[in-house]
């Protein structure tokens, strides 16, 4: 029997994707937003197939070597949008179920006048699923929700499946990026990182790395006082996944 938590198996890998938990909808949007969400949406939404794994480049009409980045949880996608002006050469992907930040993005791309940027506005698990092994350079996952309640622990993010997911996507010594203000998240993502086999730690520490970008999130808590932790992995050359 299908545990009520699932809400289906992904058809290549037969994993199971658990519910998304988490908001998917704020205030209503304004005129402005919505009108971005009819017009512009539907040019840049990823169409998944999900029967098969494409190389992510497909979305783009890129050449097949063009790096592609990847934004888990973007937010009001102040980093995507930011990472995608400072590389003009770079492909980018950005999933967020949230609709209002996904307005808040596609103004951002609208006033920045950025090519570079596909969304997928639902789970990243299914963007993750539908792709190439070794296909991504780099992907983020920047203040993801906590969940800080002990029995919620496997609604975050950051886990021994999705791993075993960014794993496989992630080209040898491709880049996870993390980072979170909420410490016991923290010390979950970095004990969660030190079990699995496929990565190694490049930095750990409450000073950013050099080529950081600022996100909403990391503003709200350095306003708020709270420290952030940054944190990059490499995926092993030699990953089996
Ligand atoms: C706390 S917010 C942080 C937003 C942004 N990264 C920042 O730092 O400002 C976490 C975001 O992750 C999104 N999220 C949660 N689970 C997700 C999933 N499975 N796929 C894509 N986005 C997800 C939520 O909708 C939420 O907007």
Redesign the pocket.
């Known amino acids: 029997m299908k545990s009520k938590s699932v809400e289906k198996i992904d058809s290549i890998t037969n994993h199971p994707i658990k519910r998304?938990?988490?908001?998917r909808k704020g205030r209503p949007l304004r005129t402005g937003k919505r009108m971005l969400m009819e017009t512009r949406l539907p040019t840049l939404r990823l169409a998944l197939d999900e029967t098969t794994r494409v190389p992510p480049q497909t979305f783009f009409d890129a050449p097949p070597a063009a790096p592609v980045w990847l934004?888990?949880?973007?937010?009001?996608g102040?980093?995507l949008a930011a990472q995608a002006k400072k590389n003009p050469a770079v492909c980018f992907i950005g999933?967020?179920?949230?609709i209002n930040?996904v307005a808040s993005l596609l103004n951002l791309i609208e006033e920045k006048k950025l090519t570079n940027i596909r969304i997928f506005d639902?789970?990243?698990?299914r963007v993750l699923d539908s792709l190439e092994d070794a296909s991504i350079e780099r992907c983020f996952v920047?203040?993801?929700?906590p969940w800080p309640k002990k029995r919620h622990a496997d609604r975050r993010?950051i886990g021994p499946e999705n791993l075993d997911r960014l794993s496989r996507v992630l080209k040898p010594n491709g880049l996870l990026r993390l980072?979170s203000d909420h410490p016991s998240l923290v010390a979950w993502m970095r004990e969660s990182l030190a079990s699995h086999p496929d990565f190694v730690c490049t930095h750990a520490a409450q000073t950013p790395p050099d080529d950081w970008v600022p996100?909403?999130?990391?503003k709200k808590a350095d306003a708020a006082g709270r420290p952030s932790f940054f944190m990059d992995y490499r995926r092993k050359e030699d990953a089996t996944a």
Request: charged content about 30%; some cysteine.
């Open positions: 998304l938990f988490g908001r934004e888990v949880g973007f937010g009001g102040e980093h999933c967020e179920p949230f930040g639902d789970d990243a698990r920047l203040f993801a929700d993010f980072a996100t909403r999130y990391q």
